[in-house]
């Protein structure tokens, strides 16, 4: 049995729930989401909540155990949200670098000859404050590889830590050349 996979999955207010089948569609203040779920999965609503289950004649092995969990795990994210979003932050540090929002895209200027621009898909957004970028959206699957294609356009480099990082990510910085001579 999965131990994620028997959580319920309180639904706040403000949100509806449709369940077809091994399709789940959720409607909420930030947006609209639609996820299927696996074969050997069954869901419903009850009190409020939903429920992730194996369908009848489905024994508890752990293959099975793995999809309940990713169900679950699946539904619970896709509720979150359309509920409160979700928001990935990247700073950037460099000489000249300068990010900027058009229409549904940010574009990027990073030290190369031509400017780099990343457009959004749907239900994605960008703010751009000073030197952070900001993307949102209620899907965390699309938010996290947008963030993702926007770090790998120039990615913090080790020696003076120029480049594109999430908001808490630690770079580790190595000593130049010169600082290496000089202690050897």
Do not use: C
């Not at 949100?15 to 074969?39: F, M, N, S, T």
């Not at 929002?101 to 200027?109: A, G, H, N």
């Amino acid at each position: 049995m999965s131990r994620i996979g028997k959580k319920l999955i309180k639904i706040p207010d403000g949100v509806e729930v449709e369940i077809d089948g091994q399709k789940i569609h959720a409607k909420g203040p930030k947006g609209e989401l639609e996820k299927i779920l696996p074969d050997v999965l069954i869901a419903r609503v009850e009190d409020g909540a939903v429920v992730i289950g194996l369908k009848q004649g489905i024994d508890a092995s752990k293959e099975t155990s793995k999809f309940w969990g990713l169900g679950r795990a699946l539904a619970a994210t896709m509720i979150k949200g359309v509920f409160g979003g979700f928001e990935k932050v990247l700073e950037f540090n460099g000489v000249g670098f300068k990010a900027q929002v058009k229409e549904d895209s940010i574009e990027l200027s990073l030290g190369y000859t031509n400017p780099v621009s990343v457009k959004a898909p749907e239900g994605v957004t960008f703010r751009v404050e000073k030197n952070v970028i900001k993307v949102t959206g209620p899907d965390k699957e699309k938010v996290g590889h947008v963030a993702a294609l926007i770090r790998a356009a120039k990615p913090p480099e080790p020696y003076k830590g120029s480049g594109i990082k999430y908001k808490n990510e630690v770079i580790l910085r190595k000593a130049g050349k010169k600082a290496v001579a000089t202690a050897g």
